[in-house]
């Protein structure tokens, strides 16, 4: 498998495995327009490119020429010495090979080498991933509501990893 630094070229292939992945991870919890309108506002060319031009960093992991998943991070998130994860998804029928994990360790590897000191992210409260971040680590630090507009919200828990030994 190979992970490595999505180009402005390559926000496309994001968009894609979004569009691939979302359905299956947020279908029963959330419903079609709902799906639609947040694929439209964190997933649109626009959006990509404006996140990668706010510090966003964009890995792919592939093997044998297919696109398996993503992660993007922010180094010193929020004026602080940590590091955001903004997004992490595998496709559904690789996921539970250990892909996640590599992306994580990438951005904790990145995140050390820049001297912060944790790593933290948003989870749905409904979303399954929470399993997989405590099992890497993470812990709940708080419960979080974001208005993301059109009526609807993001119903969240703030995890965090420290990288402080």
């Given at each position: 498998?190979?992970?490595?630094?999505?180009?402005?070229?390559?926000?496309?292939?994001?968009?894609?495995?979004?569009?691939?992945?979302?359905?299956?991870?947020?279908?029963?919890?959330?419903?079609?327009?709902?799906?639609?309108?947040?694929?439209?506002?964190?997933?649109?060319?626009?959006s990509?490119?404006?996140?990668?031009?706010?510090?966003?960093?964009?890995?792919?992991a592939?093997?044998?020429?297919?696109?398996?998943?993503?992660?993007?991070?922010?180094?010193?998130?929020?004026?602080?010495?940590?590091?955001?994860?903004?997004?992490?998804?595998?496709?559904?029928?690789?996921?539970?090979?250990?892909?996640?994990?590599?992306?994580?360790?990438?951005?904790?590897?990145?995140?050390?080498?820049?001297?912060?000191?944790?790593?933290?992210?948003?989870?749905?409260?409904?979303?399954?991933?929470?399993?997989?971040?405590?099992?890497?680590?993470?812990?709940?630090?708080?419960?979080?509501?974001?208005?993301?507009g059109?009526?609807?919200?993001?119903?969240?828990?703030?995890?965090?990893?420290?990288?402080?030994?």
């Amino acid at each position: 498998m190979t992970l490595s630094v999505a180009s402005k070229n390559q926000l496309s292939i994001i968009k894609g495995l979004a569009y691939q992945i979302w359905p299956d991870t947020y279908g029963t919890t959330h419903s079609q327009e709902e799906l639609d309108y947040m694929l439209t506002k964190f997933y649109s060319i626009e959006s990509l490119e404006n996140q990668l031009a706010n510090s966003h960093i964009f890995i792919l992991a592939s093997e044998n020429n297919r696109n398996l998943g993503f992660i993007s991070f922010e180094i010193n998130a929020e004026k602080t010495t940590k590091t955001k994860i903004h997004k992490l998804y595998v496709l559904p029928q690789n996921q539970g090979k250990g892909i996640g994990m590599k992306l994580v360790d990438y951005v904790k590897n990145e995140s050390v080498i820049n001297e912060n000191t944790a790593l933290f992210l948003n989870v749905n409260k409904q979303n399954n991933a929470q399993e997989f971040y405590v099992k890497y680590g993470f812990k709940i630090t708080k419960d979080i509501i974001i208005d993301i507009g059109n009526g609807y919200i993001m119903d969240d828990y703030v995890m965090e990893l420290n990288l402080i030994r």
